[in-house]
């Protein structure tokens, strides 16, 4: 069952991408969306999940916690590229992930690029909410979805529920 996120947010998906179900990803994932075109039989995707990090919790511990899990499924998981971005009052991280795992019944050499967004808590501004977008594609294909998923991360924005 698919999670809801720590703050609402709003995005759009870049052009061809196509809403999917989160039940099917991991467990926590709020929001996924599909390639329309896979790859060597495995379809890249986008995923968003979140929550409140501990108090003094930095996004790049945070950042290591995944890294961890997903050494838990997955076979020599390598930190790529790690950068923080951001402001003080934004802050943001975002880093590359190589790894190899199986998906479908096949190994796959699949890369991750993250980022996580520190966002603050509309309901209680002394909170603040993590968010992480991830892209999951074949290694041969993430340079051509890469922009796809720089385009869709420039359009989140917290939701502030104003129609207008």
Known sequence: ????????????????WLPARPEEFDP????AAVHPRPDAGFTANITIDGGFPKDGVTLAEIADA??????????SVELVHRREVGS??????TQRLSFSAVADGV???LTQSQVYLSLVDTGDPRK??????ALTSTAAQHDSVLG????FVRTVRPDTGAVG
């Open 66 to 75: 995944s890294v961890a899990q997903l050494g838990e499924f997955a076979e």
């Open 128 to 133: 603040r909410a993590m968010i992480r977008l």
């Open 107 to 109: 190994a796959r050499e």
């Open 28 to 31: 926590g994932v709020a929001f």
């Open 148 to 151: 796809d998923f720089q385009d």
């Open 88 to 93: 003080e009052d934004a802050p943001a991280l």
């Open 1 to 16: 069952m698919p999670t809801t996120l720590p703050v609402p947010i709003e995005f759009r998906l870049p052009e061809g």
